[in-house]
């Protein structure tokens, strides 16, 4: 969201005269777009300052002005706090006040103190954003945006706000302004992604995640499509069935589950039980046998006994899952969970972090193993690490690296797997 969110800056500043650059000595503008989701994420954006401080006075050393603003879910957590540990900042502005970051800087430049907006308005940004700029094949389409859910563990609510869908004729129209320019895979996003329910164009109803995907396979040039990230709760049968009936969709799905143990899912507000999540990705792969379905998991929530992530590990066993994302349960200030009492040690937490990765690691190599020596189609959309070597995603997003230059952005070819590294797969065509 941060990638889709940052690429929509630039599409406002380039009528203000700005170009993107990624080397930050050369920037009139620094924008840290930043994720509060857990500590350490957070954290960082104050030792990024205080690099970027070091730029602002070297530059200004040679009479160049450099305007510094935070953006992100930091910035809406804490407003201005952050000008009390960075007073150089110029600028502070919430994820749902992107449109008015060209009003700020200008603001800024006409008044020269700094500028904080972190409201949430009453009118969808989506009304005053232009297209965000896309380069290569593939791109991400925002098509929801915060979220209800209230996990009592997750900052996303307060920070993005309201859960909210885009009308599908904007989302549409975007869909197609990307093909037209070169782009054949989008990943349609949201924090509560599949719990998209957007007003139609025409009619006025409602569209669901489902319609809504087929309605952008009709678009000629998109040849891939996905979403991220799901709910459990919000996995209808209409976005099961899209997955068997839609070819451009693809065999792939983020479904984060957090917890295999009910006790520990209820506490987290989780709203569905473990079975339940079982239930769903036998659906699922009844759908289309070779989905490959990802998770994320926090260990050392408040409470979490042995026996609650030995179920855990259970959950997995039985899943067997392509790919996922852990975390040490990390307290964010003001939800709920952070109020909990019986904190896990955070030793605990990493010996069951170590244990949970080991497994999920073993399940990814496994999952990757079973191609070497199959075809599979890849969509390539960029360079390889070595000369001469070209990087494509298979189906199931997995990386795929094939020592041929003539490869072209944008093509699709068959490749023939040979071997499995540690973060991507290795094909020859
Ligand atoms: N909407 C998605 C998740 C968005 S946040 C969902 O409901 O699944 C991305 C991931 O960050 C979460 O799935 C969770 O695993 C992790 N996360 C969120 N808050 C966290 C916290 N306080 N501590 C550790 N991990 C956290
Ligand atoms: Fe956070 Fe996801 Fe729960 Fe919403 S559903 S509160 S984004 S973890």
């Known amino acids: 969201m941060n990638v889709y969110d940052s690429a929509t800056m630039e599409s406002l500043m380039e009528p203000l005269g700005y170009d993107s650059t990624n080397n930050s000595e050369v920037a009139d503008l620094i924008i840290l777009n930043t994720c509060h989701i857990r500590e350490k994420a957070s954290e960082k954006v104050f030792s990024e300052l205080g690099r970027i401080k070091k ?15 935070v953006s992100g879910c930091v910035a809406q957590a804490e407003g201005d706090s952050i000008l009390k540990r960075a007073p150089y900042v110029d600028i502070i502005f919430g994820p749902q006040t992107t449109h008015l970051l060209p009003e700020l800087v200008t603001k800024v430049n006409r008044l020269s103190t700094s500028q904080i907006e972190t409201s949430f308005p009453v009118n969808s940004k989506f009304d005053h954003l232009p297209m965000p700029r896309s380069e290569g094949p593939s791109a991400f389409l925002s098509i929801q945006e915060g979220c209800d859910k209230f996990c009592t563990f997750c900052v996303v609510p307060y920070t993005r706000g309201e859960e909210y869908s885009r009308p599908a004729m904007n ?3 975007e869909a ?7 782009v054949k895979e989008i990943t349609l996003l949201g924090q509560n992604v599949n719990a998209y329910h957007g007003e139609a164009p025409l009619d006025h109803k409602i569209w669901g995640l489902g319609r809504l995907i087929k309605e952008i396979a009709e678009i000629d040039g998109i040849s891939r499509i996905r979403y991220t990230t799901s709910h459990p709760r919000d ?6 069935d899209t997955h068997k009936s839609v070819d451009k969709l693809m065999p792939q799905l983020h479904l984060p589950v957090q917890s295999g143990s009910d006790r520990i899912l209820k506490a987290m507000n989780r709203k569905h039980t473990s079975s339940e999540y079982l239930h769903l990705i036998d659906k699922l792969r009844k759908a289309r046998s070779d989905i490959a379905i990802s ?19 259970q959950l997995v066993r039985d899943v067997n899952f392509s790919h996922s994302f852990s975390f040490k349960f990390s307290i964010r200030p003001g939800t709920p969970a952070s109020y909990y009492k019986k904190h896990v040690p955070n030793e605990t937490k990493s010996e069951r ?10 399940q990814n190599s496994d999952f990757n193993k079973k191609f070497i020596g199959k075809k599979m189609t890849i969509l390539v959309k960029g360079k390889g690490k070595t000369h001469g070597q070209m990087l494509g995603s298979s189906p199931y997003l997995q990386p795929v ?3 041929n230059s003539s490869l072209k952005l944008g093509e699709t070819h068959i490749v023939n797997i040979t071997k499995v590294e540690a973060n991507s797969l290795l094909g020859k065509c």
């Open 176 to 182: 197609k302004f990307l093909s037209e320019r070169g």
């Open 401 to 403: 690296r094939v020592e």
């Open 353 to 362: 972090l170590k244990e949970l990765q080991d497994l999920l690691d073993k």
């Open 55 to 69: 730029i602002k006075s070297e530059r200004a050393k040679n009479g160049q002005r450099t305007l510094i603003a």
């Open 171 to 173: 989302i549409l129209d």
């Open 295 to 313: 998770s994320d998991f926090i260990v050392g929530f408040p409470g979490e006994t042995e026996q609650d992530f030995k179920e855990t590990l």
């Open 235 to 240: 996995l209808s049968d209409e976005i099961i």
